[in-house]
């Protein structure tokens, strides 16, 4: 894991739902393009065999390239599916258990929306990262947002690492290079035709 004083590391997540026949290739052209921390399967659908299917793939794909891919949500398939661990989206509610569940190697992420106390609590229950978001404007959820003192604050005050995701744009991954460990990156380069250039291009701003 890296440290907020150093370039942030780009954790991609994948879309809610994508075509198998095209987009492992799309995955493999931004895992080739530039150095990749983590990925993130964050599939919408509920149908096991769709996500087992995905997961494989996608699993091809990290795994050659040494990067670590993380599934959201579905605890139970970590193992079944040899993945690298679980992204919760519970806050700090299930991260005791699971950690005892899937054990010390396992990769185990929080997302904690805009809240300090729960990032903080995940984080003393054994989370490996504590994810913040959306940090730019959205339409979706209720609104609240993850601003840039809350990263700074945590930056400076907590070591567990932090990843930055929801709605980003070049403005915002500027603003909060100095204070991040990672940049959670999915909808922002997949609704591009060229995703590797679209991430080439956000790239950019964290040195400009």
């Not at 509920?46 to 794909?61: N, P």
């Not at 991260?95 to 997302?111: S, T």
């Not at 978001?133 to 809350?150: F, K, M, Q």
């Not at 997949?190 to 679209?198: G, L, M, Q, T, V």
Request: net charge negative; charged share 25%.
């Amino acid at each position: 894991m890296s440290d907020a004083a150093d370039t942030p590391q780009i954790y991609l997540i994948t879309p809610t739902d994508f075509d198998l026949m095209t987009f492992p290739d799309r995955l493999a052209a931004c895992l080739d393009s530039t150095e990749i921390g983590c990925v993130r399967l964050a599939l919408a659908t509920k149908d096991d065999s769709k996500i087992a299917r995905a997961a494989d793939a996608l699993r091809a794909v990290t795994h050659a390239r040494d990067v670590a891919l993380v599934i959201e949500s579905h605890v139970l398939m970590v193992d079944r599916l040899g993945l690298d661990g679980v992204h919760l989206l519970d806050a700090a509610r299930s991260v005791k258990k699971i950690r005892k569940d899937l054990g010390d190697d396992a990769i185990v992420g929080a997302f904690c929306g805009n809240s300090r106390h729960d990032g903080m609590t995940a984080g003393e229950l054994g989370a490996d990262y504590i994810s913040f978001g959306p940090v730019g404007a959205s339409g979706l959820g209720d609104g609240r947002t993850a601003d840039l003192e809350l990263f700074a604050w945590w930056s400076e005050m907590i070591e567990v690492p932090v990843v930055a995701e929801g709605a980003l744009d070049e403005n915002l991954i500027r603003q909060l290079t100095p204070h991040t460990d990672f940049f959670g990156i999915g909808d922002e380069i997949w609704r591009e035709d060229d995703a590797a250039k679209a991430l080439g291009s956000l790239l950019k701003a964290m040195t400009s």
